[in-house]
Structure formats: structure tokens, C-alpha cells
């Protein structure tokens, strides 16, 4: 019985491995729902939807809802007991990956049993400004910077993110929101944000001298 703690490990080497350049995001929130994992590559975004053998399909319907409103394409990485069944309970665009008891090796052995393929729900449910709202405000001001929009200073995130899926032709974007995902790092993200607040302050300040 594998649980959920046994199938990433094993997991998360297979996706290295099989998609080469690639960033691995754990427990996103996206609407109503936690990804598992998100998939960064370099023009796409990816959920995988863990269900090990300890897991119930109970929450899986609002949860593909959900995939299928951010990502590009979706897979459901299933433990032995739900091997058999997963096709039954995702759509047929979901790939499936099984994770298996161990081997002689005493090493899991993960396989794609069925292929994922684009999200035909994409120019419906997986909109652009979904995609946006996951970069942070630092990140969407890189993105107006590189495009050479305004900067919408005094506007809101919501704002800004409808700006740029309104601008910039989507191909040109997609590469864009994979690099900043690439380029992120959390354990500088604080020190950026204060960076950023006290650079507004002084902006501030100095028109405020001007008058």
C-alpha cells in the first residue's frame, strides 16, 4: 500500500527525468482546490492530481474542475489500487501515471499508462488571466516591463493581469509566465517585496516634494 508520501518521491524523479527542463511547485491553491503538483516546462503548465492508495475519489470531480480552469494539460498519478479504476473517474484528455509496489530493487516503478493531451476546455475554462493570477505582483511587473506596457502602479493586481491577457498575443505570453515560474525564488521573495514597498514610498515622497 503506497501512500501518498511514497509516491512523490519516486514521482518527482520520473518527471525530471521524462520532461528535462522542468520546475515542480507542490500544493497550489487554485480556486477551490490544492494541486498536488505543478508542472512549470517551458512553455506550459501542468497539474497532477495525487490519489495514493490510502486516497478516496470523493473530492476528484471539483478538483478536475479546477485543473482544468489553470493547465494546459492534466494528469492523475494513481498508487496499485486505483490503477485499474482512474480511467473511469478523470476525462479522457487526463493522462494517468501509475506508481507501483516496489521492485527487487526495492524502487517504485512509475509509468504513463496513458498519455496526457491538450485541454480541449482551454479557450473556455483554462484562461490566460487564470495562468497570470498565479505570478505574483513582482513577477506581472516584470512581465509589463518586458512587453513594454505600463506600469499600472496604482492599479490593482486583478487590473493588471486583465491588461497583459488583453495585449499580449498569448504565444508570446505563455514562454513569459513559464520563465518567471522558472526565475522564482522563494527564499528571497520577503526581501524583494520590502525592496519594492520602500522604492514606492521614496517615489512617493520625492513627488510630494516637487509640489
Given at each position: 500500500?503506497?501512500?501518498?508520501?511514497?509516491?512523490?518521491?519516486?514521482?518527482?524523479?520520473?518527471?525530471?527525468?521524462?520532461?528535462?527542463?522542468?520546475?515542480?511547485?507542490?500544493?497550489?491553491?487554485?480556486?477551490?482546490?490544492?494541486?498536488?503538483?505543478?508542472?512549470?516546462?517551458?512553455?506550459?503548465?501542468?497539474?497532477?492530481?495525487?490519489?495514493?492508495?490510502?486516497?478516496?475519489?470523493?473530492?476528484?470531480?471539483?478538483?478536475?474542475?479546477?485543473?482544468?480552469?489553470?493547465?494546459?494539460?492534466?494528469?492523475?498519478?494513481?498508487?496499485p489500487?486505483?490503477?485499474?479504476?482512474?480511467?473511469?473517474?478523470?476525462?479522457?484528455?487526463?493522462?494517468?501515471?501509475?506508481?507501483?509496489?516496489r521492485?527487487?530493487e526495492?524502487?517504485?516503478?512509475?509509468?504513463?499508462?496513458?498519455?496526457?493531451?491538450?485541454?480541449?476546455?482551454r479557450?473556455?475554462?483554462?484562461?490566460?488571466?487564470?495562468?497570470?493570477?498565479?505570478l505574483w505582483?513582482?513577477e506581472?511587473?516584470?512581465?509589463?516591463?518586458?512587453?513594454?506596457?505600463?506600469?499600472?502602479?496604482?492599479?490593482?493586481?486583478?487590473?493588471?493581469?486583465?491588461?497583459?491577457?488583453?495585449?499580449?498575443?498569448?504565444?508570446?505570453?505563455?514562454?513569459?509566465?513559464?520563465?518567471?515560474?522558472?526565475?522564482?525564488?522563494?527564499?528571497?521573495?520577503?526581501?524583494?517585496?520590502?525592496?519594492?514597498k520602500?522604492?514606492?514610498?521614496?517615489?512617493?515622497?520625492?513627488?510630494?516634494v516637487?509640489?
Amino acid at each position: 500500500m503506497l501512500k501518498d508520501k511514497d509516491i512523490r518521491e519516486p514521482l518527482f524523479s520520473f518527471i525530471e527525468e521524462k520532461f528535462g527542463k522542468v520546475r515542480i511547485i507542490e500544493e497550489k491553491q487554485i480556486k477551490k482546490s490544492r494541486a498536488d503538483c505543478m508542472l512549470v516546462t517551458e512553455d506550459s503548465l501542468i497539474g497532477i492530481e495525487i490519489k495514493s492508495d490510502a486516497d478516496s475519489y470523493a473530492r476528484l470531480d471539483r478538483q478536475i474542475q479546477d485543473y482544468n480552469r489553470f493547465f494546459d494539460y492534466n494528469y492523475v498519478a494513481v498508487g496499485p489500487s486505483h490503477a485499474k479504476s482512474a480511467t473511469d473517474h478523470v476525462p479522457q484528455w487526463w493522462g494517468i501515471i501509475t506508481v507501483s509496489d516496489r521492485n527487487e530493487e526495492e524502487v517504485p516503478m512509475v509509468e504513463i499508462v496513458r498519455q496526457g493531451t491538450p485541454n480541449p476546455k482551454r479557450e473556455k475554462m483554462v484562461k490566460l488571466r487564470n495562468q497570470l493570477s498565479i505570478l505574483w505582483r513582482l513577477e506581472l511587473n516584470n512581465l509589463l516591463e518586458i512587453n513594454e506596457m505600463p506600469k499600472y502602479k496604482q492599479k490593482s493586481k486583478d487590473f493588471v493581469i486583465h491588461k497583459i491577457a488583453e495585449k499580449v498575443d498569448v504565444e508570446v505570453l505563455k514562454p513569459q509566465i513559464s520563465n518567471e515560474l522558472f526565475e522564482r525564488d522563494y527564499t528571497t521573495i520577503a526581501e524583494r517585496i520590502a525592496e519594492y514597498k520602500e522604492g514606492e514610498k521614496k517615489k512617493v515622497k520625492r513627488r510630494q516634494v516637487k509640489k
